[in-house]
């Protein structure tokens, strides 16, 4: 922890430096930042697990506690309001005693209700930023989110300070950690059920505490993208393991991929050209070029790939310039990771919000700024057999583009996706899931 203890009064005082800027461009005299607070299913009595609102994990590393509050205007020491309330029905939640406390001013809220005490009276130049409409206005907010503050906030949370590069890489780890639990748990022929059961276990998380729900495919349903169904049995013939899940660590996300295959075939001879191929998107990812060109260069490489294995009748130019390999790769590359698994901020030019849409025909692409120093992304490049997108080829004009002996032989094992977490810096990229042994 001297790490992330070090390295956190840079952050704070960077978030602070962030805040007084904002604030004085929008005349506005502070940010009250709610944590948020437990959704009840309707019509019954329990809630919907809890996530807390990214701009108040952004401050203090708090990911579980309700109806709590952060006062801040980037000059004076933000006031943290910190929920406890006197409960015999639940476990409540104590103020932890750790390195972070010494930079907030904490006040103990034990009614929730009550919060209007310890809030500013007058709440006119002050912005609630939080989820809860309802309550902001109740509370007397007018200021509710504007969209020039959070314009602002998302930009730059693309921008990664050593503390939550410091987060970033134990959250790696932890996943690695349940990814190594989890090939091995499919290579002993175990269920999607087991090897979910497995991942959970190794990083002693219950399915909540993930940063999405994990994606655990065996054989065909490897082709479905974000697959959600966890069968019990287990595979008589298993074939392929694709395997999309993650870990927090302080608030902050991993999220990593990887393929597998049973046996030693031409199926794990793709998912090794597939590796190479992620690795030369790797390389690509630097300062000043467009994560969309990277994108682009990698959809031509995985034509070249579609070639190489006789799974197209053309060469790759042909099948890039008639749109046959969105058939195989229909997603982005990747996307910005931090505090949200999806972190905001990719389609931003600039801190006013200036939007920049990706062009045709990669319309699905979840980043399209320039690549920075200090940016942490996703890399992560795709080929599917997919039951649906195979169907509307094969019935199109293009049809005699594809082999589809060489295709069918293919379908069995699924797909492929290989997902690294990657820090950019000025002079040479970080690989922090490969440095973590994966």
Not at 119 to 147: C, M, Q, R, S
Request: glycine share 6%; aromatic share 12%.
């Amino acid at each position: 922890m001297i790490t992330l203890s070090t390295h956190y009064a840079a952050h704070i005082t960077q978030l602070q430096q962030r805040t007084k800027k904002v604030l004085q461009r929008e005349n506005l005299e502070g940010l009250v930042i709610h944590s948020g607070q437990e959704i009840k299913v309707f019509l019954d009595d329990y809630s919907y697990p809890f996530k807390a609102n990214p701009h108040f994990k952004a401050w203090l590393p708090l990911t579980n506690v309700t109806n709590s509050w952060l006062l801040v205007n980037g000059e004076d020491k933000p006031t943290l309001i910190y929920y406890q309330p006197v409960d015999f029905w639940h476990k409540v939640n104590p103020l932890p005693d750790s390195y972070w406390n010494d930079f907030f001013d904490i006040k103990i809220l034990t009614v929730a209700s009550e919060v209007e005490k310890l809030l500013p009276y007058d709440k006119k130049g002050f912005a609630y930023i939080g989820e809860h409409i309802e309550v902001a206005k109740a509370l007397g907010f007018t200021a509710i989110n504007p969209e020039p503050v959070l314009n602002y906030f998302h930009y730059h949370r693309a921008y990664k300070t050593s503390y939550e590069l410091d987060c970033m890489r134990q959250s790696n780890k932890l996943a690695v950690k349940g990814h190594l639990a989890a090939k091995a748990a499919f290579l002993a022929g175990n269920s999607e059920f087991d090897i979910q059961q497995t991942y959970l276990k190794a990083l002693e998380y219950s399915e909540n505490e993930t940063p999405y729900g994990n994606i655990i495919a065996l054989n065909e349903n490897a082709s479905i993208l974000h697959y959600m169904v966890l069968e019990h049995n287990k595979p008589s013939d298993p074939r392929a393991f694709l395997i999309d899940a993650g870990a927090n660590f302080h608030g902050y996300a991993a999220d990593i991929t990887r393929t597998y295959a049973f046996k030693q075939n031409k199926f794990a001879e793709l998912i090794a050209r597939m590796d190479q191929l992620q690795r030369n998107a790797i390389n690509g990812l630097r300062p000043g070029k467009s994560y969309v060109d990277l994108h682009i260069e990698t959809y031509a490489e995985i034509g070249q790939v579609l070639q190489e294995f006789d799974l197209i009748t053309v060469d790759a130019n042909t099948a890039i310039e008639a749109g046959i390999v969105s058939t195989f790769f229909p997603h982005g590359l990747g996307h910005h990771l931090g505090l949200q698994t999806h972190d905001v901020g990719g389609f931003m030019a600039d801190e006013r919000g200036t939007h920049i849409s990706p062009p045709e025909p990669h319309t699905f692409l979840r980043a399209s700024r320039v690549i920075e120093a200090n940016q942490v992304f996703t890399i992560e490049p795709g080929l599917y057999f997919i039951d649906s997108l195979l169907a509307k080829l094969k019935n199109s004009s293009q049809s005699d583009m594809i082999n589809w002996q060489n295709v069918e032989q293919m379908r069995p094992f699924g797909g492929i996706r290989i997902e690294d977490n990657i820090i950019v810096h000025q002079a040479n990229n970080e690989n922090m899931t490969r440095d973590a042994g994966l």
